[in-house]
C-alpha cells in the first residue's frame, strides 16, 4: 500500500509538473508587417487576427509601415536580431520582384510541402496567383486585386458642363499660348466622364478652378503627390496611358515620358490640381479628406478609396466623406492623348485608357519568425468566410475563384455594384499591364517623384524659360539620367 500510495503520488506529482510546464509555455508569436486604412485595420485586429489566435492559441502582434519602400530596410533590420520576429509581411505588388531578388522574402515552398503550395495556389484566381510567382515558384499568397479608377462627384461635372461656355474663351486662350492651337478642333465636354480624354479632365478642372466653390478658387483635381509609392505609381500609370513601354518608363528620358511630365507640369501651372498635394504633402487619406472638406471634385481612386470615401449609413467606424452619397460617380481612366496638338487641332498621338494592374499579397520573410505559422495565417486570412467578410465591408476585389464567380450576383445593384463594376472594367481595359518588374523599381518611383517635385511642382518658368516638350526632355536627361543608370546599373535598358 505504501509503494501504491509512493507510485501515485509521484504520477500525481509528475501530471502536475507536465501542466504547470504547459500552462508557462509561452504561445507561439510572431508580428505581422501590414499598412491599411484604418477603419480596415480595426476590423483585421478585432475580427480576423483575433479569430486566428483563438483557433490556432497563438499570439500575433502587428507592426505597419507607412512607405512601402520602408518594408526592405524594416525586413533587413529583424533579419539582423538574433530572435527575428516578423512572419508575415502584406507586400504591394511593386515591391513584391524587389523583395524576392534582394533575398528578403522565400518561395512558399521553402516555408511548407510544395505539394500543400500548389493545392492551396488553385483556389485563387489565375491572375493573382501568377502575379505573386517569381522565376517559376510560387513566392507569396495573394491577397487583393487593385487598379484606379476616375472618382467625380457628379454635380460637380454637371456644373462644369453647364458652365463651360462662361470660361471656354479663357480656357482656350490659356491652351493657345501652351500648346500653339488651344482647344481640339471641335471640343466638346462630354456630360458622361466615361467617355473623357485628358483634354476632357483639363477643361472640367479649368471650369472648377476658374469658379468661387465655398467662396475660394482653387484647384480642385486630386493626386497622391506624398513622396511615396503610391504617387509613383500615379506617374508611371500615365506614362504607360501614353504609350510608354516598361523600357520606356526605365530609360526615363523618352518622348512619352517627357509628355506625362508634360502633362502634369501643365496642370500644376494652371493651378488644377489642389496645392495640398505637394504643400501637405497628399496620400490617400488625405484626398479623402480634401473631398468632404470640399476641396477635391474628381480624383485617381482604388475600390477600396472608393468605398471609404461613400462610407457605411449603418457603421459609425465608416462615415462618409461625402456630402451626399449618391453624388458619387465612377468612371474608367480618361483616355491618354498627346498634349501637343498637331496643325489639324488634334493630339499628335493617343493612347489608351490602360493602365497598371497591382494588388497586394502575402509574403513570408527570409529570416521568418515562424514559417508554417505565418503561412497558416495567410491562407486564415483569405479564406472564403473572410475574405468575403473584407469583400463586403471594404470593396476589396477578391482572388479567390469560389467569390469571383459570385461578384456580378453579389454585387449588381447600388453603389457598390458601381464600384465593382467599374473596377472589374478598368481590369479588363488594363489587360496584363503592370509596372516594371525590375528589382530596383522602389529606387526607380523616387527618382520618378523627385522629377515630378523638380520639373512639375518646383520648376519656375520665370527664371528658367518656358517648359516645352523639347525642354522637358532635356531636363529630364540632364537632371535625372544619370541618377536613373546608377539606379539600374546593368539593367539599364539599351537602345
Known amino acids: 500500500m ?38 480596415q485595420e480595426r476590423f483585421f485586429r478585432e475580427h480576423v487576427i483575433a479569430g486566428f489566435e483563438k483557433e490556432r492559441g497563438c499570439k500575433i502582434n502587428i507592426a505597419t509601415f507607412t512607405n512601402e519602400w520602408d518594408i526592405e530596410r524594416l525586413l533587413k533590420l529583424d533579419a539582423g536580431k538574433k530572435k527575428p520576429e516578423i512572419g508575415l509581411v502584406k507586400t504591394p505588388f511593386e515591391m513584391t520582384r524587389v523583395l524576392a531578388r534582394k533575398g528578403l522574402v522565400k518561395p512558399l ?25 517569381i522565376d517559376g515558384r510560387w513566392y507569396y499568397i495573394p491577397r487583393k486585386l487593385e487598379t484606379r479608377i476616375l472618382f467625380y462627384r457628379k454635380s460637380m461635372v454637371t456644373d462644369a458642363v453647364a458652365k463651360l461656355p462662361a470660361h471656354k474663351s479663357r480656357i482656350n486662350a490659356e491652351l493657345k499660348k501652351e500648346n500653339g492651337y488651344g482647344l481640339p478642333a ?44 503610391g504617387t509613383a505609381l500615379g506617374l508611371v500609370d500615365r506614362a504607360l496611358q ?51 472638406d470640399g476641396k477635391v471634385f474628381a480624383a485617381d481612386m482604388q475600390q477600396i478609396d472608393c468605398f471609404l470615401i461613400h462610407g457605411w449609413a449603418e457603421d459609425a467606424a465608416m462615415p462618409t466623406y461625402l456630402p451626399d452619397t449618391s453624388d458619387m460617380g465612377l468612371a474608367l481612366m480618361p483616355k491618354a492623348v498627346s498634349f501637343r496638338l498637331g496643325k489639324d487641332g488634334k493630339p499628335v498621338f493617343e493612347g489608351t485608357r490602360a493602365i497598371s494592374t497591382g494588388g497586394w499579397w502575402w509574403g513570408i520573410p527570409a529570416a521568418g519568425a515562424n514559417d508554417e505559422l505565418a503561412y497558416e495565417l495567410a491562407r486564415f486570412i483569405t479564406n472564403k468566410a473572410n475574405q468575403a467578410e473584407e469583400v463586403t465591408r ?18 449588381q445593384y447600388g453603389w457598390v455594384g458601381d464600384i465593382f463594376r467599374t473596377s472589374v472594367a478598368q481590369l479588363k481595359t488594363n489587360e496584363l499591364t503592370t509596372v516594371p518588374l525590375v528589382e530596383q523599381y522602389s529606387l526607380v518611383g523616387k527618382n520618378l517623384v523627385e522629377a515630378w517635385y523638380k520639373l512639375c511642382v518646383e520648376y519656375d518658368e520665370a527664371k528658367e524659360g518656358p517648359m516645352t516638350p523639347a525642354v522637358m526632355q ?20 539599351q537602345p
Open 2 to 39: 505504501r509503494l501504491r500510495g509512493f507510485v501515485k503520488g509521484a504520477v500525481v506529482s509528475l501530471m502536475a509538473l507536465v501542466l504547470s510546464s504547459c500552462v508557462q509555455k509561452p504561445a507561439r508569436e510572431m508580428t505581422i508587417l501590414i499598412r491599411m486604412m484604418p477603419a
Open 109 to 133: 515552398t521553402d516555408a511548407v510541402d510544395s505539394l500543400r503550395v500548389d493545392q492551396d495556389m488553385a483556389e485563387y484566381n489565375a491572375l493573382a496567383a501568377g502575379l505573386g510567382s
Open 186 to 229: 471641335g471640343y466638346a465636354l462630354e456630360e458622361d466622364p466615361n467617355e473623357w480624354d485628358l483634354y476632357d479632365l483639363y477643361v472640367a478642372c479649368a471650369v472648377w478652378a476658374g469658379e468661387e466653390y465655398g467662396g475660394v478658387k482653387m484647384g480642385r483635381m486630386g493626386r497622391r503627390g506624398a513622396r511615396y509609392g
Open 242 to 292: 501614353l504609350g510608354a513601354s516598361k523600357e520606356d518608363v526605365l530609360r526615363l528620358n523618352g518622348e512619352r515620358m517627357a509628355e506625362m511630365f508634360l502633362w502634369e507640369r501643365v496642370f500644376v501651372r494652371d493651378g488644377l490640381y489642389n496645392p495640398g498635394m505637394w504643400n501637405d504633402p497628399w496620400t490617400g487619406s488625405h484626398i479623402y479628406n480634401a473631398i468632404k
Open 394 to 411: 471594404f470593396g476589396m476585389l477578391p482572388v479567390r475563384k469560389d467569390l469571383i464567380a459570385n461578384l456580378p450576383a453579389t454585387f
Open 474 to 493: 532635356k531636363r529630364l536627361t540632364s537632371d535625372f539620367l544619370d541618377e536613373q543608370k546608377e539606379i539600374l546599373g546593368a539593367e539599364f535598358p
